[in-house]
Each structure stands twice: as structure tokens, then as C-alpha cells.
T-cell receptor, first 115, second 115 residues
Framework: ETGVTQTPRHLVMGMTNKKSLKCEQH?????MYWYKQSAKKPLELMFV???????ENNSVPSRFSPECPNSSHLFLHLHTLQPEDSALYLC??????????????FGSGTQLSVL | AQKITQTQPGMFVQEKEAVTLDCTYD???????LFWYKQPSSGEMIFLIYQGSYDEQNATEGRYSLNFQKARKSANLVISASQLGDSAMYFCAMREASGNTPLVFGKGTRLSVIA
């Protein structure tokens, strides 16, 4: 079992659909992250949760709504997305949130296609 | 301004040869951490190596070493004895001590190992 598990691996949705991405970490970490990876662009940080509280929200459109019910689970709720939202969405976790040596552990991502 | 610059979109290397992937960074912090991640076609980001800004020696992890030149703000990854399984995207990332900024990534370099 990998440390960070994301489901589904692939998702195709229409612009009017509502769907959710799920992330679960089995590492006992206290911080969890959502990153967006689009073609030919650096990974973009979307949201950070530390001890289940959101500490970072990088001006992400409201059609993306995160939820962190406990330190092991992180969701990204999707609503009325646009085709430009098609990307690989990566979840990550780390032991803590502060510290320059905090390693992030990533899941395999959800490849999202918006039609 | 970009915090992390990876100038090589793609690199080729012969199997069993060494290869250097370039990374330069921009920060005014004295304390920061530098990371390299590997992303194979499966999508998962795999941590490879870490270098702290105060570390006097270059980091090494098996076949990976980090050529850290602080004055040049350079943190190149050296892979020795390349293997076919090393073919992947490689990302350089930095975490600064100031603020609450988690890892910031470069655009990546695609490495192809040729038999």
C-alpha cells in the first residue's frame, strides 16, 4: 500500500457535473496539499491544510472546493468546471507544515478531463 | 519572477553514462531547502534528494548527487550510471523559511535514457 492514495485515477466530466477527488494518506502526517499540474507549466499549489485547517488558498476559483475532515483525508469537490481545468491533480502530505526540510509525499494523481 | 528555473526541457543520455540536470533558484532567504523529485509516466512524484542551504557538503543518495553552488544559486542533480528506468520528468523545488510557502517547483526536465 502506497503512503498517499488518490482516487479516481482518471475522471472525465462534463462542465455541468459535480464530482469529488479523494486523497488518503497512511503516513501519520499533519499537512495535506492539492497541486494542479498542467502541460508545460510548473506545479501550481492550490490548497494546503495543516492540522485540518486551511492555511493556504492560492486564489483558486470557487468551482474548486476543498474539504479536510481529518488529518488522513482530503477531498477536492469539483463543480461546473471549464475545459482549461483539465489537468493532473496531485495530492501530497508532509509531517509538518513549517520547516525548510519538509519533504512532500505525493499520490499518483487524478487525470481530469473536462469536456 | 520565477523562483526555480530549469533550462533544459529535455535531455538524452546513454545507458550507464552520467547526466547533469540543471536547476537555478532565486531567493533572498538565508535559510531554504532544495529538493529534486522524479515523475515517471505513472504520475507519482517521487522524492530523490534534499539539500539544506546551510549544509556544507553536497547531498548524495545512491546514484543521485546534488551539485550545490550557493553563490551561483545553483542546485544541479547528477545521476550516475543511468538506467533505462531513470527515464522520467525531473523537477527541482525549493522551500523558503520565510512565510508559509510550501514547495515551489520548476517546469521540469524530461530525461530519456537510451539503450
Amino acid at each position: 500500500e502506497t503512503g498517499v492514495t488518490q482516487t479516481p485515477r482518471h475522471l472525465v466530466m462534463g462542465m455541468t457535473n459535480k464530482k469529488s477527488l479523494k486523497c488518503e494518506q497512511h503516513l501519520g502526517h499533519n499537512a495535506m496539499y492539492w497541486y494542479k499540474q498542467s502541460a508545460k507549466k510548473p506545479l501550481e499549489l492550490m490548497f494546503v491544510y495543516s492540522l485540518e485547517e486551511r492555511v493556504e488558498n492560492n486564489s483558486v476559483p470557487s468551482r474548486f472546493s476543498p474539504e479536510c475532515p481529518n488529518s488522513s483525508h482530503l477531498f477536492l469537490h469539483l463543480h461546473t468546471l471549464q475545459p482549461e481545468d483539465s489537468a493532473l491533480y496531485l495530492c501530497a502530505s508532509s509531517q509538518g507544515f513549517q520547516g525548510t526540510n519538509e519533504k512532500l509525499f505525493f499520490g499518483s494523481g487524478t487525470q481530469l478531463s473536462v469536456l | 519572477a520565477q523562483k526555480i528555473t530549469q533550462t533544459q526541457p529535455g535531455m538524452f543520455v546513454q545507458e550507464k553514462e552520467a547526466v547533469t540536470l540543471d536547476c537555478t533558484y532565486d531567493t533572498s532567504d538565508q535559510s531554504y531547502g532544495l529538493f529534486w523529485y522524479k515523475q515517471p509516466s505513472s504520475g507519482e512524484m517521487i522524492f530523490l534528494i534534499y539539500q539544506g542551504s546551510y549544509d556544507e557538503q553536497n547531498a548524495t543518495e545512491g546514484r543521485y548527487s546534488l551539485n550545490f553552488q550557493k553563490a551561483r544559486k545553483s542546485a544541479n542533480l547528477v545521476i550516475s550510471a543511468s538506467q533505462l528506468g531513470d527515464s522520467a520528468m525531473y523537477f527541482c523545488a525549493m522551500r523558503e523559511a520565510s512565510g508559509n510557502t510550501p514547495l515551489v517547483f520548476g517546469k521540469g526536465t524530461r530525461l530519456s535514457v537510451i539503450a
